[in-house]
């Protein structure tokens, strides 16, 4: 509605709110605390809305609010006291292999949604577009050649992130960079 009245209005959600529901915090020792971010997890059911809200354009970005706190001595620094569990999530560095995999091969958004929503559609929102953003002649593209059919099992074991834990740890996924060049 706020569109329609010409507001410039957004929105957006985080790979975790597509795959990561409520349950998860109840995980025994402890384990919940990996899943202390905000907003918290919400029901299941949600994430059908989100998808569809993804893919109809309410929303706008899959973004990420990565925070790539520790589990051992950061985040377990709340074992006794739930206030000092740092609030985030690890999420950057899985949000392509999450998105393509239970986005783009299970049918819920297109490959093409799936760039608009991760590259295209930020560059505009902060202002960075064309620079970058498209793929075009006098653009500063950053590049990822994509093999869909790349098979990875996500773990915090093999991961760049500078973390020892992730929301997806043991996820199976089909579809990873090939080759990725910065500034085209």
Known sequence: ?????????????????????????DQPNFEGAKYEYTPPPRPKENQDELWSALRSGVLSVVSTDHCPFNWDGQKTLG??????IPNGGVGIENRLHMLHHFGVREGRIT???????????PAKFFGMYPNKGPIAVGSDADLVVWDPEKELTISASTHHCNSDYTLFEGTEVKGAPELVTVRG
């Open 79 to 84: 074992k006794d006291d739930f206030s000092l």
């Open 111 to 121: 490959m093409n949604r799936l760039v608009e929503l991760c590259c295209t559609a």
């Open 1 to 25: 509605k706020a569109r329609d009245d010409d507001w410039n209005a957004w929105g957006e959600t985080c790979p975790q709110y597509l795959f990561i529901d409520e349950t998860a915090l």
